[in-house]
């Protein structure tokens, strides 16, 4: 039976472990104290891995702990209350990862009972795990394994009954594929720092959710006459009309003219034949309908298809801006059709469209220079703009075929093999592939990326309006505002809602801190929220020290084309930065953290954050940071507001 | 010639809106480009995403008419 919460609201009450190699699957009473100090989510995450993962431990091994968290607020009456969070040792980084997928998952887990599924071992044999309330079941998934994921959840989806929730990897993550995603809802995904490879590994195919019950709230009046509030107030939000017309892909012309959007592996920002792909074209020539998460208005996803010559027609959830950057003018494609078709196939593949699009950039970027040719291809070339090209250079790499092995591990992986200079435009940091922003002429976006804790990824900072407010030539002053918003924007991943309503419309942290509190029963403000955030913050950037065993200054670079290149075309020609500027920042990033000049946490910020273990572990394998000469920060991270406000 | 311009986020602030939370009334001399108006009111077009006019994106080359409203989206910030 699923245990009732007592005393924290917004919890089911029950959580999973289950023993993949036995097959053993336990119901444990939620630790309430975990929730309430990690805010659940990637918070619960971070905490569970590094108190039980052996520091040595094969992110595709057995050790290693497969985590899915619903937050608090997910499934409540919240503005989309509907993301749910994987987590585990990436593949990628070899440090924490988690990430987070929105549709209807999350709030299923809940309403059948469960906050929490903590899954350890290999399975036997393929194998899905099957809840239906209080029935909990590793069920035969040969059946399943091998297909492709867009093509598993209908066939999963009739077998099982079309109310459960269903959450599949593809053969990317079957056959390892470090950059591989979990997918759900016909194009959600978990696409971040390889989550699908550990299901994989795992031998996992499959989650399927169908959850009947509810969630008990500490206050339903208070909370129903907030959020209606809220509702009312961002249904006339100016944002909200265009919002549901183009999602996020009309921002593609927007990065373009401001000299942000990756072209041609990051050789350039600006895409000569823009009109081609941005939101304008999707809506034009793909979309069919709109379509949204749980408890969501806004309705920002788009069912689209693609239609190419001598290719079968074929149906998806997106581009989204990030798969328009990088599988559009990153890949030099002018064409919605083609970003929509090689999105299609990297979602049933099950690799992330992020990752997967870098990777085949950078292996274009090699055949442009001659660093692989026709005979490493199996007589195909590998040229920007082709979808031919693309599609076969994919299938190599998820069947890990010939020079495909390679490029399994990700661009990092790959340069490393290849050599000859090609580590300078392996455009990632930690082992993860940029995000779809070029960062020479946006400072903070760069250092965004280099210190985000799971390798490069844009949605623990973006700061490409206040690198324009603040002048873009300028380094200095960006960190307080990249660790703010590393503090704030990982609250909605513990949380799990979706962060749109915060950055597109509007709502105030305070009013989703009270709104947390109506549903939790909890008395915390703003400030206790920054702090937990840090907290998780620091704890994850001392577990990738005690794993991989430098100074964490080591870590933070990007690939040298950062500082080394100039943009060379487009309205930012001529821009970029050098190596002290980037040295600079960071200088200023880790004294703003109260950490040291290396990069290493100090004692003194770990035990204001409550994190004395942390430091005795970093310690032991000399990684502390040295004491600051003037001692830490009162704050860590600025709330920014720029000059304009 | 009267023409109303809406946003929201950062926008709103830059474009200090009177008529209600997120509207200002702009009064011009003749007709003018979206980009000629934001201009106008100093309001720098890098930071405009978006030009939404009756439910179509347009771009800052648009001669709106009288009495019409456009609505300015800034970027995604981030996803």
Known sequence: MAYGSASSRGLAGTTLRINLTTGEIRKYPTDEKLMREWFGGRGAIAKILYDEVPRDADPLGPENL???????????????????????????????????????????????????????????????LFIDDDKVELRDASRYWGMGSLECEPVMKKDLGEDFEIATIGPAGENGIRFSCITHDFGRQAGRTGQGAVMGSKKLKAIAVRGTGGIKVHD??????????????????????????????????????????????????????????????LVEKCLITHKACFGCWMNCGKYTKAVLPGKQTVYLEGPEYETGALCGSNLGMTDINQVAYLNWLMDNVGMDTMSGGGVVAFAMECFQRGLITTDDLEGHTLNW????????????????????????????????????????????????????????????????????????????????????????????????????????????????????????????????VEALNYITGWDIDTAEAFK??????????????????????????????????????????????????????????YAGRGWDNDGNPSREVLHDLALDFAADN???????????????????GERYKPKAF | MIVFLRAGGQLRAMLRPDVDHYTRKVEIDGEKTVGEILNYISLDTAHVALIHVDGRMKDLSYRPSDG???TLQPPVSGG
């Open chain 1, 532 to 589: 937990t955030s840090e907290k998780i913050w620091n704890l994850v950037r001392c577990h990738y020290l005690e794993r991989n065993r430098a100074n964490g200054r080591t870590f933070d670079y990007p690939p040298a084309r950062s500082w080394e290149d100039k943009i060379p075309s487009g309205p930012g020609a001529g821009k970029g930065l050098t190596k002290e500027q980037i040295e600079l920042m960071l200088d200023e990033y």
């Open chain 1, 66 to 128: 497969f985590i899915i968290s619903a937050g608090v607020m997910s499934g409540c009456f919240i503005p989309a209350g509907a993301k749910i969070g994987f987590g585990s040792i990436s593949p990628l980084t070899n440090g924490h990862g988690d990430s987070n997928m929105g549709g209807h998952l999350g709030p299923a887990l809940k309403f059948a009972g469960y906050d929490m599924v903590i899954m350890s071992g290999i399975s036997p044999k393929p194998s899905y």
């Open chain 1, 220 to 281: 339903l009046d208070k909370l129903t006459e907030h959020v209606t509030a809220i509702i009312k107030r961002t249904q006339t939000h100016p944002n909200m009309a265009p919002w549901q017309k183009y999602g996020t892909a009309f921002f593609i012309d927007w990065s373009n003219t401001n000299a942000v959007l990756p072209t041609r592996n990051f050789q350039t920002t600006y895409c000569e034949d823009i009109a081609g792909i941005d939101g304008e074209a």
């Open chain 2, 68 to 70: 019409q409203t456009i």
């Open chain 1, 385 to 512: 703009g082709s979808v031919e090209d693309a599609e076969h250079f994919i299938d190599m790499v998820v069947h890990r075929r010939g020079i495909g092995e390679y490029f399994s591990g990700g661009t990092k992986r790959a340069a490393e093999k290849i050599g000859r200079g090609s580590e300078r435009f392996a455009m990632q940091v930690k082992g993860q592939e940029m995000s779809g922003y070029d960062g020479r002429y946006a400072p903070g976006m760069l250092l965004s990326y280099m210190t985000c804790d799971i390798g490069a990824h844009h949605n623990r900072s973006w700061t490409i309006t206040v690198d324009m407010a603040e002048g873009r030539e300028k380094v200095e002053g960006r960190a307080k505002v990249v660790i703010y918003l590393q503090h704030i924007r990982p609250l909605f991943d513990c949380w799990c809602i979706c962060r749109l309503f915060w950055g597109e419309l509007d709502i105030e942290p305070e009013e989703i």
């Open chain 1, 618 to 636: 970093v310690e032991k394998i000399g990684l502390l940071g040295k004491p600051l000469p003037n001692g830490i920060p009162a704050v860590r």
